[in-house]
């Protein structure tokens, strides 16, 4: 419909510029088309090249609105030009007037057929030029209602002159003897220029209706072009019928009468029939939709009890997962606390073996020393009990030979030689000085075979009241050996700073093998960096003084300690992380089990409720300090 706008404003566009040619030279069919019928004058022929630019103008705004405004003005500019030229030409026609605008470009013949003014438009043409100037100006206000109706009013003038040509009545193209009529293509380019004008927005206004896609738009656009064009054809059938004497005018008035309502009759009827398929069409659209929406809704009803019987399927299986993977759980759980249970029964028996073996060993070195030190005792306190008859006998013989001496000044040769042969004065010295000796080391062996029994104490396997350092002094005495000097290094001193400490109750043989184990290792450590031999001890600095420092001391009421530390290597971090764990030793194969500190530890910690800790750093030594409660509870 658009495009019909533009072809329609492009014609009404030529029309104007054949008139003009026509005009500049002088053909008189361009000017009037058929001789003896009134020409279309200058002006209304710029008028119409005005308008049809105007509506042409108004379509590429339309398209390019952002881009070129000055388009809408000159569309406005031309409307307003046609607008002008209208209401002047009908002011000069309504007071009697001339602007002189009339034959502003050309001489109009003063006889001119059908023209009261030369060169002067028609009263209606000039009226629709107002009417459709300004229906070209209001189309670019949104309210296009009113631009349509302008038109329609243009379209009513229009036709009245076209069919005034067409049923040849010169009065409804000429309004009045008076003045200049309509010319035949000036109420054509008008018609055009109407409908160009009421299709520039089809979907816009009063068109709006005829150019809608809907029921009614379909009839209206088919009824339109019959109920315009039928009624003047019939009108000129009958008006010819009558004209030439068929019938009368009363007669002709009836049968247009008649054929019209047959003519509308029929058409309704036919636009009716059309309207009835179209519905039926719609109606069985609309079944088809629905019954298609049902099946759909049902598919999705099964589809859906599908998925939620699935999904209950699913769901079931995940909770049959669930407790399949909770079983295995739990069975997992016995499992692993079944293999911590053999993992503790597994240490519980290395324990009880390390304590075996330790035991064993203490045991056997025990019962050594026990049986070492009863053996010893019998023929020392023999020994010891008859030294001192022996001292007194020895006095009694002395005194005696000493009587003989003094009586008998001068024996017989043989007993002279035999008192020079024993130097019997230095004899009777040195025996005194032999005995006192022999009961000093009587004494001596005494007091170790006491120490020995102390160490060994194998009848006491209960707790006691004991004397912590008689403890230590017998381990000592068993270590004496070990501590003296060797041919690579001097004697290890033993420095004891002993406190004033209370009797303390524990298992004393215990006890005394974890002083045993302590000091062995300290004496140990000491030997391993001044073993020249080894090739750790190459790098390691040699030990000027070796010592073992032995300090006790009574920390409250309730708690002794006792520190061995002695200045050999020391050890890393590492060492002493892992120092009480049963069989770890740095020691070569066969001169270490790694049991002695283990054991030493459950002695301390499990049996005593005490305490044994390590500090050492490497090449500052190393110092185990142990404290155990005096009593146990
Ligand atoms: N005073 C110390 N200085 C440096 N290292 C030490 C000292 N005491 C213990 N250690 C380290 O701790 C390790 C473990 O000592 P532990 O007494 O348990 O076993 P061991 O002496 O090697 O063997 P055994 O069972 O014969 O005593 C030793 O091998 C040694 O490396
Ligand atoms: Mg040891």
Redesign the pocket.
Same mark, same amino acid.
């Given at each position: 419909m658009q495009s019909y706008s533009r072809k329609a404003a492009t014609t009404v566009l030529l029309i104007g510029c054949v008139v003009i040619a026509g005009w500049i030279f002088d053909i008189a069919i361009l000017k009037s088309i058929l001789p003896g019928l009134v020409s279309m004058k200058t002006n209304t022929a710029i008028c119409f090249i005005l308008s049809g630019t105007s509506l042409q103008l108004w379509h590429r705004a339309l398209k390019n609105i952002p881009r070129l405004p000055h388009l809408r003005i000159a569309a406005v500019a031309c409307a307003s030009l046609v607008i002008s030229i209208g209401l002047l030409t009908l002011i000069q026609y309504s007071f009697n007037l001339n602007f002189g605008i009339d034959e502003l470009f050309f001489k109009d013949n003063t006889s001119a057929v059908g023209t009261a003014y030369p060169g002067r438009m028609a009263p209606n043409t000039a009226l629709n030029f107002f009417l459709l100037g300004s229906a070209l100006l209001l189309l670019n206000i949104p309210q296009y209602i009113l631009a349509h109706s302008f038109t329609l009013v243009a379209f009513l003038i229009a036709s009245l002159g076209l069919l005034g040509y067409i049923y040849g009545n010169s009065y409804f193209y000429k309004a009045g003897s008076a003045y200049t009529a309509m010319a035949l293509h000036t109420a054509i380019a008008f018609i055009l220029l109407c409908f160009g004008i009421l299709f520039a927005r089809p979907g816009r206004g009063l068109i709006a209706v005829v150019s809608s896609n809907n029921a009614g738009g379909i009839m209206a656009r088919r009824l339109y072009p019959t109920a315009i064009a039928i009624p003047p054809i019939v009108g000129w059938l009958i008006l010819s019928g009558y004209r030439s004497n068929v019938y009368t005018a009363e007669m002709a008035i009836s049968l247009l009468g008649v054929l019209n309502v047959v003519v509308f009759a029929v058409l309704i009827w036919w636009n009716a029939k059309e309207l009835g398929s179209i519905d039926g069409q719609r109606y069985r659209a609309e079944k088809a939709l629905k019954e298609a929406n049902e099946e759909l809704e049902n598919r999705v009803n099964e589809r859906t009890a599908q998925l939620s019987q699935a999904n209950e399927e699913l769901q079931n299986e995940i909770a049959d997962r669930k407790l399949a993977e909770e079983a295995l759980r739990q069975s997992e759980e016995r499992e692993k606390q079944k293999s911590q249970q053999l993992e503790l029964a597994l240490q519980k028996l290395q324990q009880t073996q390390t304590q075996l073996i330790q035991t064993e060993k203490m045991s056997s070195l025990g019962q050594l020393i026990a049986g070492v030190a009863h053996e010893i005792n019998n023929p020392i306190n023999f020994i010891y009990g008859n030294i001192n008859y022996a001292h007194q006998y020895c006095q009694d013989l002395l005194a005696l030979v000493h009587l003989y001496q003094q009586h008998y000044a001068h024996p017989v040769p043989e007993i002279q030689q035999k008192l020079q042969a024993i130097e019997l004065d230095f004899l009777i010295e040195d025996l005194a000085k032999l005995l006192t000796s022999m009961k000093l080391g009587a004494e001596r062996i005494r007091e170790i075979v006491l120490t020995l029994r102390n160490f060994s104490r194998l009848h006491e396997a209960e707790k006691k009241l004991v004397n912590i350092h008689e403890g230590i002094d017998s381990t000592l005495l068993i270590l004496q050996s070990r501590l003296k000097a060797k041919p690579d290094r001097p004697p290890i001193q033993v420095i004891k700073e002993y406190g004033e400490l209370p009797l303390v109750e524990c298992y004393a043989g215990l006890l005394n093998q974890v002083f045993m184990? &302590?000091l $062995?290792? !300290?004496i @140990? !450590?000491i030997e391993?960096t001044d073993d020249s031999k080894s090739k750790a001890a190459a790098d390691k600095p040699r030990i000027q003084n070796p010592q073992i420092r032995i300090r006790t001391e009574k920390i409250n009421s309730t708690q002794i300690a006792i520190s061995i530390a @002695?200045n /050999?290597?020391?050890?890393t971090e590492e060492?002493r992380q892992k &120092? =009480?764990d049963p069989f =770890? $030793? $740095?020691?070569p194969v066969g001169? /270490? $089990? +790694? #049991? +002695? #500190?283990?054991i030493?530890y459950q002695i301390v910690v499990e049996k005593h409720g005490g305490q044994l800790n390590?500090i050492?750093t490497p090449g500052k +030594? !190393?110092e =185990?300090a142990i404290e155990i409660p005096i009593r146990q509870s």
């Open positions: 184990n &302590l $062995t290792n !300290a @140990d !450590a391993q @002695d /050999g290597p020391g050890m060492v &120092l =009480f =770890f $030793t $740095t020691k001169k /270490g $089990t +790694g #049991l +002695g #500190l283990s030493s390590c050492s +030594g !190393a =185990f």
